[in-house]
């Protein structure tokens, strides 16, 4: 089946009709000649004329058929060309999805890509001292479990650099990180609109994951763990309630 875009003859569904120069045109672009041509013109109403051409021409490649003997049993059978044109609009919609997934994935690889860039330019810009310092000061401990997801460390890392080289794009991110360090501190940014390019290229491995996972552990030998949320204390039987005020008074005889 043709997937030609609309605009190359193809009648639009809100259309009013064709002209009869216009349908005279394509009918002898389709190869019929100019006396049949005018004469299914003469007896077929514009409109539903104009439809049959769309429809034979989105089905020419599937069959050699006779144009004139297609268009005419179209012109009289209008379901034919709803047919025709259901399915091409079912193409349409399976190809603008077919693009969505295709730029998704395109997406994600492309944010793949830059997290790896940063992975690498983060792991070394930072030496063992420093890279612990910032696991600690970005990262935070989950309290239920008292100890600190890779994966969420990760990002807030990758946020963290990504905000310290946005604020001083023109510093070396190995400067920028260990001024930050040394200072107060940056607030890591939430990443929504993605990653931006790395900000150079590094020709060392992304092994990031490997340095977080042993920080992570190291932190854990020396962090506390966090204690549970505290339970609310009972309301004792004594405690000036609404009710506990009534029922006193009753006993008192108020």
Known sequence: MRTDEPGNGITQIGDT????RELLRRLTDLGMGEVAAAQLVLTSPDRVLARAIDAFELTADDAPVDARRWIAAAVEDPERIEDVLERRRGWDAWRRM????EAADADRAEQERRSHGWGAAISEALDDRKFLR??????????VLGRRSLRVARAQLLA??????GAQPD?????????????????PDRLDGGLPEPPA?????????????????????VEHELPPEPTPAPVPST???????IERSLDRGW
């Open 134 to 143: 910032a696991v600690e000061r970005v990262s935070e401990p989950i309290r």
């Open 160 to 165: 963290w650099a990504v905000a310290v080289h």
């Open 239 to 245: 405690a000036r309630t609404p009710e506990r005020t």
């Open 17 to 20: 009709g064709a002209s009869t």
């Open 201 to 221: 290229r590094v020709d060392g491995r992304d092994n990031l994951d490997e340095r977080l996972a042993a920080s992570i552990d190291q932190l854990a030998e």
């Open 98 to 101: 077919h693009r969505s997934w």
């Open 171 to 187: 510093v070396p991110l190995a400067v920028a990180l260990a001024a930050d360090l040394a200072g107060e501190g940056t607030t």
